[in-house]
């Protein structure tokens, strides 16, 4: 299964931090935080992965070059523009190939077992299209995006959590976009569960959305106090 990190978001939250570096090149206990994904990704078994970029990516590109230096092998998707999430992967389809492929948002901070993650499936017998990783609830999105209900993922139900930018996708889900225009993932993932071929799992362990100077400031010093910095 290929890889897929998202790194084209502008970071506006994070300025001026980002101003000058792009934000998944911003370091939390000594390395970027793309470059926690890389090793935990290699660590889990994927050796191929696409990173989009937009905003100062020939940054990210000097940065990571070919991933050999990781042990992975990366290919990018360059934007002129941010095309927000589904844009961005429509744009990179002919990257990732015709499997489901796993998809990580740049811009998180997670100890998820994408081992396991790789090792599972969508359910071709119910037609899946997708798999989301949720966590509990985050003090900036108390209200949650979707409901997880005996392992399938609905728009709407009694206990909401949020979407940890963590997914396991079909092509198919994104093929009748066109290609190079922005669009959002939210509405295609609610259709999805509108009929039914949206799965999930609760992920219990470390997780944080990086989105602030202060969250990243906080991840900083947890990280180098725990001696987990490099």
Same mark, same amino acid.
């Given at each position: 299964?290929?890889?897929?990190?998202?790194?084209?978001?502008?970071?506006?939250?994070?300025?001026?931090?980002?101003?000058?570096?792009?934000?998944?090149?911003?370091?939390?206990?000594?390395?970027?935080?793309?470059?926690?994904?890389?090793?935990?990704?290699?660590?889990?078994?994927?050796?191929?992965?696409?990173?989009?970029?937009?905003?100062?990516?020939?940054?990210?590109?000097?940065?990571?070059?070919? /991933?050999?230096?990781?042990? +992975?092998?990366? $290919?990018?998707? *360059? #934007?002129?523009?941010?095309?927000? @999430?589904?844009? !961005? %992967?429509?744009?990179?389809?002919?990257?990732?190939?015709?499997?489901?492929?796993?998809?990580?948002?740049?811009?998180?901070?997670?100890?998820?077992?994408?081992?396991?993650?790789?090792?599972?499936?969508?359910?071709?017998?119910?037609?899946?299209?997708?798999?989301?990783?949720?966590?509990?609830?985050?003090?900036?999105?108390?209200? /949650?995006?979707?409901?997880? +209900?005996?392992? $399938?993922?609905? *728009? #709407?139900?009694?206990?909401?959590? @949020?979407?940890? !930018? %963590?997914?396991?996708?079909?092509?198919?889900?994104?093929?009748?976009?066109?290609?190079?225009?922005?669009?959002?993932?939210?509405?295609?993932?609610?259709?999805?569960?509108?009929?039914?071929?949206?799965?999930?799992?609760?992920?219990?362990?470390?997780?944080?959305?990086?989105?602030?100077?202060?969250?990243?400031?906080?991840?900083?010093?947890?990280?180098?106090?725990?001696?987990?910095?490099?």
């Amino acid at each position: 299964m290929k890889a897929m990190i998202l790194a084209a978001g502008r970071g506006e939250r994070m300025r001026p931090l980002t101003d000058n570096c792009p934000k998944p090149l911003l370091e939390a206990g000594g390395k970027p935080l793309i470059v926690w994904h890389l090793e935990r990704l290699r660590a889990a078994g994927f050796e191929e992965l696409v990173i989009n970029h937009a905003h100062l990516g020939w940054m990210i590109e000097e940065a990571l070059g070919d /991933g050999s230096g990781f042990g +992975v092998s990366i $290919r990018y998707s *360059a #934007e002129a523009q941010p095309l927000e @999430t589904a844009g !961005g %992967i429509r744009k990179a389809l002919p990257l990732l190939g015709g499997a489901p492929f796993l998809v990580v948002n740049g811009d998180i901070f997670c100890d998820a077992d994408f081992s396991s993650l790789r090792d599972t499936p969508l359910d071709r017998t119910r037609g899946d299209l997708a798999h989301l990783l949720l966590v509990a609830n985050p003090e900036h999105n108390l209200e /949650g995006d979707f409901a997880l +209900v005996d392992g $399938r993922v609905k *728009a #709407e139900g009694p206990q909401k959590l @949020t979407f940890s !930018g %963590i997914g396991i996708y079909d092509p198919a889900l994104f093929e009748a976009l066109p290609s190079g225009q922005a669009a959002k993932l939210a509405p295609l993932l609610r259709e999805a569960m509108a009929k039914d071929r949206v799965s999930g799992a609760l992920h219990q362990g470390q997780w944080l959305d990086i989105g602030t100077p202060q969250r990243l400031a906080a991840l900083d010093k947890a990280l180098r106090s725990t001696g987990s910095g490099g």
